[in-house]
């Protein structure tokens, strides 16, 4: 396995990274693009794991930062919160934007990887800018999602109202008991953009497969949200796939330790998902 890191930036000036892992000896392969969740980063917990394993069955796989996740040159701690200040969903779907253009003319990947042949899977809200993205870009040709709200925003008429009120809103890192506060800037991007974030209707306008998988312990996003992204799509669209027992990292936490039984079956499930359409 070949692995690297890069610098990348979106079209607002906003510079990112990504983890890019290619299987040795395999000339082109299928891609597939990794998203990360609302206050999570490319070396969170199972994606490096997650990461190796989908290349070890023969994808180029590309793991990247949200140029607004807070993290900086540290890569496992939010060291530029300003940044995570400022963030949007328009600007999560710039910096996808930028990593497929650079997929698509070879420059991130050159020979090694086929641009004809790409996935996108993104966990958490991280799955939500993956659906947005797939059901607007017709050079992604396959969808997973791992524990993905049902809905972009969804935040009751008190916050929404504090929020307003105080300019930024905080949602305390329960992990690292952090103060990581949004400004209503990002509510402001949803607003304006209420139909194209729509995901039961992004959802039901895809024309890619899609695989929905969740655990069925998920704490933080219920189960319920995959059988209504399930009910959402055309017929013969979307699958879904639940992990019994599965919580919202799979049983995994962060530092990573070792995997469990709910991630090899989220990995085994996605894995054969795209080999099968991207092949």
Not at 134 to 158: I, K
Request: proline share 4%.
């Amino acid at each position: 396995m070949i692995e690297r890191t890069v610098s990348l930036t979106n079209s607002g000036g906003f510079p990112f990274r990504v983890d890019i892992r290619l299987p040795e000896g395999r000339g082109t392969c299928p891609v597939v693009i990794v998203c990360h969740g609302f206050k999570g980063f490319k070396d969170f917990a199972f994606f490096p794991y997650t990461s190796q394993k989908l290349c070890e069955r023969g994808f180029a796989v590309i793991t990247m930062n949200f140029s607004g996740n807070g993290i900086g040159d540290d890569p496992v701690n939010f060291t530029e919160l300003e940044k995570f200040e400022q963030n949007t969903i328009g600007q999560e779907l710039a910096d996808v934007e930028v990593v497929i253009e650079e997929i698509s003319t070879g420059g991130l990947l050159g020979a090694s990887g086929d641009p004809q042949r790409l996935g996108i899977m993104g966990h958490s809200r991280g799955g939500c800018t993956a659906i947005i993205k797939a059901s607007l870009d017709s050079r992604l040709q396959c969808l997973v999602t791992w524990a993905s709200p049902a809905a972009v925003g969804g935040y009751s008429e008190t916050v929404l109202r504090q929020w307003k009120e105080q300019g930024r809103y905080n949602f305390v890192n329960a992990r690292t008991k952090q103060d990581m506060f949004v400004n209503y800037a990002y509510v402001e991007d949803i607003e304006a953009n209420r139909e194209r974030y729509s995901l039961d209707l992004a959802v039901s306008r895809l024309a890619i497969p899609y695989l929905i998988v969740h655990g069925t312990n998920d704490e933080a996003v219920s189960v319920e949200a995959a059988r209504r992204l399930h009910g959402y799509a055309k017929t013969g669209q979307a699958e879904l796939a639940l992990v019994e027992g599965g919580t919202h990292t799979f049983g995994t936490k962060h530092p990573f330790e070792s995997s469990t039984p709910a991630l090899e079956q989220a990995i085994d499930s996605t894995a054969a998902w795209f080999q099968e359409r991207l092949s």
